[in-house]
């Protein structure tokens, strides 16, 4: 009674059919009407131009399979819901394919409760620490920015392709963070990392997946994909659980070198209290870790970079700007972002046009409740619309185009729009939200300040859509790398 209204669904498909696999953002925003399937009258073009909150309003159900969820498709309503009523919107719904291959929940997937909390807790507290053994977080971020430099370095001059190097950047920040130490960039294990972030999108999106919420059983059969996703997962799950023991062997109670120590000191306080610490829940956690803070931390340098070089004049303001704050200092810090407003302009404006997790993570209601009037049983899926939140008008100066005036007052100062959500808000706000910023900044600002990132012109005009799987990033593209003259 009083559920959010929503285009007619069909028995047990519901408004799967109107689903387009290549671009399910869309299909969120803008399922082909419910009229052209209810009637067969209605032709599709009549209706695609209407968004699914122009017609419903910004609360509305869909069916995914024959499981009804709920969209939340303003900045409003998705603060009223995961912030005004923050622990009735923070379960996450454990009927998803990737439930059932991933063994355990670490924190991303697990359901609102003691173990996610204390977790949760737990992985924040120590990454916000960003002190664990001799070199701070943003010591660790400037070291990684060394060999990507390096690693640009030997394209001067010529034009590359940068996704491999983002990925492994930010993929090598979470590991010297969790394990102590970074990978080469040539390393076996360290690639299979990368081509299971890969897989994953390509699981997220698989006809294989939709279909399992119409019939679960498939997960019992021997599907190609879901056996891969297994042989992927156990791989890197098996390398987690061999650091976690070497780990054991050389740990000093009160020395932390990693975010392993930092569990097992942890483990240790709470031995007699009762405790959700155990080393297969470390192994999950580090896992979520490594998977959560890769591809969207990659995905929005790449971004940036794709926009920095179409727009030269915004990446040569930004350039002054560094130099003039910086000036004969061989290091950025995170603090010069204070003295740096448009660079901190163009970097936000640049994760709101990438839009890396366009329908954030799912949520589930943890008990009945309600947003903007109307009732959300217990146990619903609920999807935060982050995309539309991001572009939506009325919250921007420019919501459809890239401008760091987004981010500025009429006096040039930083400032942040309630409606920029990238990391989504309220108790599943994302928990890596302090790492990423600083790596965005520190990243970015080392990379303008020694490279121009020139669009290379025989590719013709930049394209600037994006792919969705799971994550969105844009298209694969090249950079031309010329080095600047060093003033410091
Ligand atoms: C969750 C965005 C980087 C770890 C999330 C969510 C979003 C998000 C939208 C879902 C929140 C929700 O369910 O409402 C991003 C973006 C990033 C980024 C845009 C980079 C630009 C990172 C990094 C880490 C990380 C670097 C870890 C080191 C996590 C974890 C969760 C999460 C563990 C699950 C939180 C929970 O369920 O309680 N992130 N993230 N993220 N993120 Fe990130």
């Avoid at 499981?67 to 309503?77: E, F, Y």
């Avoid at 130099?323 to 407003?341: N, T």
């Avoid at 080392?446 to 013709?460: I, Q, S």
């Avoid at 930049?462 to 799987?469: K, N």
Wanted: charged content about 25%; proline content about 6%.
């Amino acid at each position: 009674k009083n559920f959010p209204p929503g285009p007619r669904a069909l028995p047990l498909l519901g408004n799967l059919l109107e689903f387009n696999p290549n671009d399910p953002i869309k299909s969120f925003k803008k399922v082909q009407s419910c009229d052209s399937v209810a009637n067969n009258t209605v032709a599709a073009t009549n209706t695609t131009n209407h968004s699914l909150a122009e017609r419903y309003g910004p609360v509305y159900s869909l069916y995914i399979g024959p499981r009804p969820a709920v969209v939340l498709a303003s900045q409003k309503v998705i603060k009223e819901a995961l912030v005004t009523r923050a622990t009735h919107f923070a379960g996450r719904p454990d009927h998803m394919l990737i439930c059932h291959i991933i063994e355990r929940k670490g924190v991303i997937l697990a359901d609102y409760g003691p173990t996610w909390q204390e977790h949760r807790r737990f992985a924040l507290t120590t990454l916000r620490n960003f002190g664990m053994g001799k070199r701070s977080m943003e010591e660790k971020i400037l070291q990684e920015t060394q060999h990507t430099c390096a690693e640009l370095e030997k394209h001067a001059g010529k034009s590359m392709d940068p996704q491999h190097l983002f990925h492994f950047a930010a993929c090598d920040i979470i590991c010297s963070v969790i394990f102590g130490s970074r990978f080469d960039y040539d390393d076996p294990y360290f690639k299979s990392i990368i081509i299971f972030m890969e897989e994953a999108a390509k699981i997220a999106l698989d006809p294989w997946a939709i279909l399992y919420e119409i019939v679960p059983f498939i997960k019992n059969l021997p599907v190609p994909f879901i056996k891969r996703a297994h042989g992927l997962i156990s791989r890197i799950r098996s390398h987690i659980l061999k650091e976690i023991a070497e780990h054991k062997e050389s740990w000093e109670s009160g020395e932390p070198r990693d975010l392993i120590d930092c569990y097992l000191d942890e483990s240790e306080k709470r031995l007699d209290k009762g405790t959700t610490f155990e080393d297969s829940q470390l192994a999950s956690t580090l896992f979520d870790l490594l998977i959560a803070g890769t591809e969207t931390t990659s995905n929005t340098l790449r971004t940036a970079t794709l926009y920095l070089m179409t727009h030269p004049h915004i990446q040569e303001r930004c350039y002054q700007e560094i130099e003039e704050v910086l000036g004969s200092r061989e290091q950025v810090c995170f603090e010069d972002r204070q003295s740096m407003p448009y660079v901190q302009a163009v970097i936000h404006e640049a994760q709101r046009v990438a839009d890396v997790v366009p329908l954030s993570v799912l949520h589930s209601t943890t008990t009945d409740t309600e947003v903007q009037g109307y009732n959300i049983p217990k146990g619903t899926l609920v999807v935060p619309l982050l995309s539309l939140a991001l572009h939506e008008e009325g919250q921007w100066k420019s919501p459809h185009d890239f401008n760091p005036e987004n981010f500025l007052n009429e006096r040039g100062e930083f400032v942040k729009p309630d409606a920029f959500m990238p990391f989504s808000a309220g108790s599943r706000v994302c928990l890596g939200e302090g790492l990423a910023r600083m790596e965005l900044f520190l990243i970015l600002v080392t990379l303008l300040r020694r490279f121009r990132l020139v669009w290379p012109e025989e590719k013709g005009a930049p394209d600037y859509s994006m792919v969705f799987g799971g994550t969105q990033a844009p298209k694969p593209f090249h950079i031309t790398i010329h080095l600047r003259e060093s003033t410091s």
